[in-house]
């Protein structure tokens, strides 16, 4: 697919507790819509799709691909994201892509912490070492749902750790321990994301990284998911033809939810006795 035939961009995303999503077309975002649900997106997402796509006076021959958040997040919201953007997809016939929830959250604060509009030519910081962003989604039980991602100086995105749930304390020592091991060539980090919960940790990140001869700049960030970052994460996999199979896109779990935990714990149980 090239830049020509992409087409608008239908974005969106319910992997917490708000729903975001956003229409992208031709490198310009035509409008987008950030809206608390409060975890309910089964009785508003279909009605808010609708409502961005008139007010972008957008038709459904319109779009040209659906991107949708596929987590990790809450796992009801990622299901009805998830569910809806393939039923979508089938119904009118457009590609699909997913795009991490969690990087989503990187990409759109890094950004918007360092001033640059999505979109525009790569940030270019000639000599100077990669930003590294941490996104931050509580998972409770101090864990947190968080993967590693890093601009390099010349403007390139790329992972490093992939999505997953960790705890909180051990994940910023693994991130301490790997910046010291990367000194003077990691610059900044940065965690964005839902901090309520874990802001404690992420401070005691700071004072690592401080105190260990400036191994690199921490900053936190607390940030809300923007339908924007996940449309322009998804216009690139359409270039690069990282098309979803409709039917077989599941959203990233990354571990079970509590009750088939608890199920499965149960059914355990009852198996031995």
Same mark, same amino acid.
């Given at each position: 697919?090239?830049?020509?035939?992409?087409? /608008?961009?239908?974005?969106?995303?319910?992997?917490?507790?708000?729903?975001?999503?956003?229409?992208?077309?031709?490198?310009?975002?035509?409008?987008?819509?950030?809206?608390?649900?409060?975890?309910?997106?089964?009785?508003?997402? #279909?009605?808010?799709? !609708?409502?961005?796509?008139?007010?972008?006076?957008?038709?459904? !021959?319109?779009?040209?691909?659906?991107?949708?958040?596929?987590? /990790?997040?809450?796992?009801?919201?990622?299901?009805?994201?998830?569910?809806?953007?393939?039923?979508?997809?089938?119904?009118?016939? !457009? /590609?699909?892509?997913?795009?991490?929830?969690?990087?989503? =959250?990187?990409?759109?604060?890094?950004?918007?912490?360092?001033?640059?509009?999505?979109?525009?030519?790569?940030?270019?910081?000639?000599?100077?070492?990669?930003?590294?962003?941490?996104? =931050?989604?509580?998972?409770?039980?101090?864990?947190?749902?968080?993967?590693?991602?890093?601009?390099?100086?010349?403007?390139?995105?790329?992972?490093?750790?992939?999505?997953?749930?960790?705890?909180?304390?051990?994940?910023?020592?693994?991130?301490?321990?790997?910046?010291?091991?990367?000194?003077?060539?990691?610059?900044? =980090?940065?965690?964005?994301?839902?901090?309520?919960?874990?802001?404690?940790?992420?401070?005691?990140?700071?004072?690592?990284?401080?105190?260990?001869?400036?191994?690199?700049?921490?900053?936190?960030? /607390?940030?809300?998911?923007?339908?924007?970052?996940?449309?322009?994460?998804?216009?690139?996999?359409?270039?690069?033809?990282? #098309?979803?199979?409709?039917?077989?896109?599941?959203?990233?779990?990354?571990?079970?939810?509590?009750?088939?935990?608890?199920?499965?714990?149960?059914?355990?149980?009852?198996?031995?006795?």
């Amino acid at each position: 697919m090239t830049e020509r035939n992409v087409g /608008p961009v239908l974005a969106f995303d319910t992997s917490t507790a708000a729903f975001a999503a956003a229409i992208l077309d031709k490198g310009r975002i035509l409008g987008d819509m950030q809206s608390m649900a409060e975890r309910n997106h089964s009785v508003h997402v #279909i009605t808010h799709i !609708k409502q961005l796509m008139e007010q972008c006076g957008v038709t459904s !021959k319109d779009v040209g691909a659906i991107a949708v958040g596929s987590g /990790p997040g809450s796992y009801t919201g990622m299901r009805i994201a998830v569910a809806a953007a393939k039923t979508l997809a089938w119904v009118w016939g !457009k /590609p699909l892509v997913g795009v991490s929830s969690l990087e989503a =959250i990187a990409y759109g604060g890094w950004h918007h912490a360092a001033g640059v509009e999505l979109g525009a030519d790569p940030y270019s910081r000639a000599g100077e070492g990669e930003d590294w962003v941490l996104p =931050i989604m509580d998972a409770r039980r101090g864990q947190v749902y968080t993967g590693g991602y890093a601009m390099s100086a010349g403007g390139e995105w790329s992972c490093f750790a992939t999505d997953g749930v960790r705890l909180m304390q051990d994940w910023v020592d693994r991130i301490a321990g790997d910046a010291a091991r990367e000194r003077g060539h990691v610059k900044r =980090i940065w965690v964005v994301g839902d901090l309520a919960q874990h802001r404690e940790q992420a401070e005691r990140l700071q004072a690592i990284c401080g105190d260990n001869e400036s191994v690199a700049e921490v900053h936190l960030l /607390p940030y809300e998911l923007e339908g924007r970052a996940v449309a322009w994460l998804g216009r690139e996999r359409l270039l690069r033809g990282e #098309i979803a199979d409709t039917h077989g896109l599941t959203p990233n779990y990354t571990q079970l939810a509590e009750a088939e935990v608890n199920l499965r714990a149960k059914q355990q149980g009852e198996a031995k006795s």
